[in-house]
């Protein structure tokens, strides 16, 4: 006859719970997996980063997470989404603004404030070889419709005879608020700041 210890031990094998967060996320999982990878990417890399590790620290099994991503470079292109799509998706009505300056203001201000609100300031992967790649081409193609977007807007401007260029150093320096922002030193008012800079650049260099 089986001991007793011996059938505590089978039963515990058998309909193993699924292992929960101590503090019960009620979030969507595909959220939870979200936040989880975010911090580990801004803290040891995107390279470091296992699914694995993104997986423990969501508090679930890396089955649950491959069940709604295909795997880690799904994940970061879905969190870089987040850096530039809120942006893109009000291109429509910044470009519909009457006065041109006020325009590259806005769109300035509204980027500004979408990296700042991205989680854990993702946008400092922007230069790193790791999103070189073709899974990562829809992002890509997102930041070359934004990039475009800021050499229009000082195109409408029309004070300085090299829009291309002073639009992507416009890009640049909206981008800043990701170190700021990892700083701490971004606050309520980098948003307007950053816009200025932007703005007195399309204005202040002669043809």
Do not use: N, W
Not at 57 to 82: E, P, V
Not at 114 to 124: D, S
Not at 189 to 204: D, M, Y
């Amino acid at each position: 006859m089986m001991s007793t210890v011996t059938e505590e031990r089978a039963r515990a094998r058998v309909g193993r719970p699924r292992r929960i967060r101590a503090d019960a996320d009620e979030r969507p999982a595909p959220e939870q997996i979200l936040d989880a990878a975010a911090v580990l990417f801004a803290e040891r890399g995107y390279a470091a980063t296992s699914t694995r590790q993104i997986a423990e620290r969501a508090g679930m099994r890396q089955a649950t997470l491959y069940y709604h991503f295909d795997g880690k470079s799904q994940i970061l292109a879905a969190l870089l989404d987040q850096t530039v799509r809120p942006t893109i998706d009000q291109l429509d009505r910044i470009r519909a603004i009457p006065d041109p300056e006020a325009a590259l203001v806005a769109l300035a201000e509204l980027d500004v404030r979408t990296l700042l609100e991205a989680p854990h300031r993702l946008a400092v992967l922007y230069a790193s070889p790791e999103i070189a790649g073709s899974e990562f081409a829809g992002f890509h193609a997102d930041r070359a419709l934004l990039r475009q977007a800021y050499v229009e807007a000082v195109a409408r401007i029309g004070v300085v005879d090299d829009p291309a260029f002073i639009g992507r150093c416009c890009l640049q320096i909206v981008e800043a608020a990701t170190e700021l922002g990892a700083t701490g030193e971004a606050d309520d008012a980098t948003p307007s700041r950053l816009a200025a800079v932007c703005l007195t650049l399309a204005t202040s260099v002669a043809k």
